[in-house]
């Protein structure tokens, strides 16, 4: 624990000095995932204009599930958006006085869908579409230390027929998958960082990955 906070305070420390620049949305992680055995997750962001970014990310790890380990590969498309704390406030006056915040913090959310794949040594095989949201806070300098927490939620997006009128309708399951991540960002050169990602799942449990970042 002191080892920890001792971590937060000097990326925290670097976060006061941190430059005024915006945090990049254009790049390319590369990460081994620890989980029941050696994962991996390559993950590809595009940033757009008007504050948007595209992401499309694929994974595959061992889990267990009820007893049994199954191989779980996924793919994830989204669309997301992001603003910083820096636009937010940057029309705060308090008696005739202008105050300019430093870009030193993002507040982001995504949507899309996650198409993921189970499989056992048995051959028990299950196959499955999610709606997928994302949203999450960025905290840094996008040239030194950043942290990224955030929240994702999945729900299983299921397919009924109508049986009026033949057309698939597509309705959300009750069943919610959520997952709380926090990710360390060392951005140790111009277009390279490390990651370290710590994730707890409500059915896959917990997950460590580290990778490289290259910043495109």
């Given at each position: 624990m002191k080892k920890l906070?001792?971590?937060?305070?000097?990326?925290?420390?670097?976060?006061?000095?941190?430059?005024?620049?915006?945090?990049?949305?254009?790049?390319?992680d590369l990460s081994i995932v620890q989980a029941e055995n050696t994962g991996y997750d390559a993950t590809l962001s595009l940033g757009l204009p008007f504050s948007l970014y595209l992401r499309g990310s694929?994974?595959?790890?061992?889990?267990?599930?009820?007893?049994?380990?199954?191989?779980?590969?996924s793919s994830i498309i989204s669309l997301g958006t992001h603003v910083?704390?820096?636009?937010?406030?940057?029309?705060?006056?308090?008696?005739?006085?202008?105050?300019?915040?430093?870009?030193f913090m993002d507040f982001y959310a995504e949507l899309g869908t996650d198409?993921?794949?189970?499989?056992?040594?048995?051959?028990?095989?299950?196959?499955?579409?999610?709606?997928?949201?994302?949203?999450?806070?960025?905290?840094?300098?996008?040239?030194g230390w950043e942290l990224s927490i955030y929240l994702e939620n999945r729900s299983l997006a299921e397919v009924e027929i109508n049986k009026d009128n033949g057309k698939a309708e597509y309705t959300l399951s009750d069943d919610v998958n959520n997952t709380l991540g926090i990710k360390f960002i060392n951005n140790f050169h111009e277009n390279m960082s490390m990651n370290i990602n710590l994730d707890n799942d409500d059915i896959v449990g917990s997950t460590a990955s580290i990778g490289i970042r290259f910043r495109l």
């Open positions: 906070l001792a971590v937060l305070l000097f990326i925290w420390g670097s976060f006061i000095s941190a430059d005024d620049e915006d945090f990049s949305y254009t790049y390319l694929i994974e595959g790890i061992d889990t267990e599930i009820e007893n049994a380990i199954f191989e779980k590969s910083s704390i820096a636009d937010l406030l940057k029309n705060v006056t308090k008696n005739g006085f202008k105050f300019n915040f430093a870009r198409n993921w794949e189970l499989e056992n040594i048995d051959g028990v095989y299950e196959e499955g579409t999610d709606a997928y949201i994302q949203g999450g806070i960025r905290i840094g300098d996008s040239d």
